[in-house]
């Protein structure tokens, strides 16, 4: 949990960090134009050039460095908000470049943490303006010059380019992270098939789909032969190798289009579309038989053979249950009559004659 925040912390201040760095530094030159004709002393311009061009960099460093990286990039957008707010005051509240920096600030405050940093953030900037009021006493300019006017431009144009561009690579990211978790909840952890919920719900789709279009697809069942014994014997990472190679050769051996999961404990589901029920019967064949052959070089002894269950879609079926339950039928009688073979019920003789 903690790996965790420091993590996602860490990933905040390295969005806030190029923002910050090209806002602070174009900023200055809206705050150079106004306290420029005020005759202020050289501590000021040594503080303004400071916190233009050494803050960033001292910030990011800060917020890295610490245990808790979130609070402390939090802390450091107040300590943007009281400069903010200390600049405003010391260029006498002239207008221009007053909104540009206090409002570009009141941007950040809300990306960065919502009302909470918003509201914090402008008590911030009212506690800088007090700061420099007490040691410059309170002044009003209203009248912009020339030069401050085009000192505010590069503030009004590459600064909500540069914030833009963090939105838009952190809009990317977030669609990339929605697709993976849309990825993980309908596979299986295990074998990176799909999951029993979501091969249900493509099964229903299927069905529905043949019965419209009037379609071949054929659903088989497979069941690995005396799994618990598997398990039992070898453990159950021998019994986790064995799935994942069955995963890996039904990714091998499937079709684009086919679909695969792991529909119990050590039962697959596929449903072959647009599949014949002889075509179905030799892909699960191959199946068959390359398990068969499967060896553990540091297990000699582990054999594995598969039992399998097939049913193609017939018009009369009234249900993608019906369906289903046609390739459980077929695939226990496979398990009754001794294992190791593919079985379709007799419905479906005449078809394979």
Known sequence: MQQNRVGKGLSFAKRIYPPRTIGLAIGMLSVMAAIAPLGLPGWVWALLFFNGLAW???????????REPYQAERRNLLYDSLLGGFW???????????????????MNNIAAGGQR???????????????????????????????????????????????????????????????????????????????????????????YTCRREQGEAVIAIIDVDHFKKINDTYGHIAGDSVLCEIS??????LREGDLAGRYGGDEFCVIL?????????????????????????????????????????????????????????????????????????????????
């Not at 960033?56 to 610490?66: C, D, E, F, I, V």
């Not at 002889?278 to 297990?299: I, P, T």
């Open 248 to 253: 890996a050769e039904l990714k091998r051996n």
């Open 88 to 106: 405003a005051a010391t260029m006498h509240f002239n207008p221009l470049p007053t909104v540009t920096i206090l409002s570009m600030m009141t």
């Open 56 to 66: 960033p960099h001292l910030a990011y460093q800060l917020s890295t460095r610490t």
């Open 273 to 353: 579309l647009n599949s014949s029920l002889s075509k179905a019967c030799d892909v699960m064949e191959r199946l068959r038989q390359v398990m068969g052959n499967f060896r553990n070089e540091k297990l000699p002894g582990l054999q594995v053979s598969l039992s399998i269950g097939l049913a193609p879609y017939r018009s009369e079926m009234v249900a993608p249950c019906a369906w289903l339950d046609e390739a459980d039928k077929a695939l226990y009688a496979a398990k009754n009559n001794g294992r190791n073979k593919i079985n379709f019920t007799s419905k479906d003789i005449a078809i394979m004659t």
């Open 117 to 207: 940093l918003l509201v914090q953030g402008a008590l911030a900037q009212g506690a800088g303006m007090i700061v420099s009021m007490a040691l410059f006493g309170p002044g009003l300019v209203l009248a912009i010059t020339d030069l401050q006017l085009y000192a505010c431009l590069p503030m009004l144009t590459l600064y909500p380019l540069a914030l833009g561009g963090v939105c838009y690579r952190l809009a990317i990211k977030l669609a990339e992270h929605k697709q993976k978790l849309s990825v993980l909840s309908r596979t299986d952890g295990l074998t990176g098939l799909l999951n029993h919920g979501s091969l249900k719900d493509l099964l229903h789709l299927h069905f």
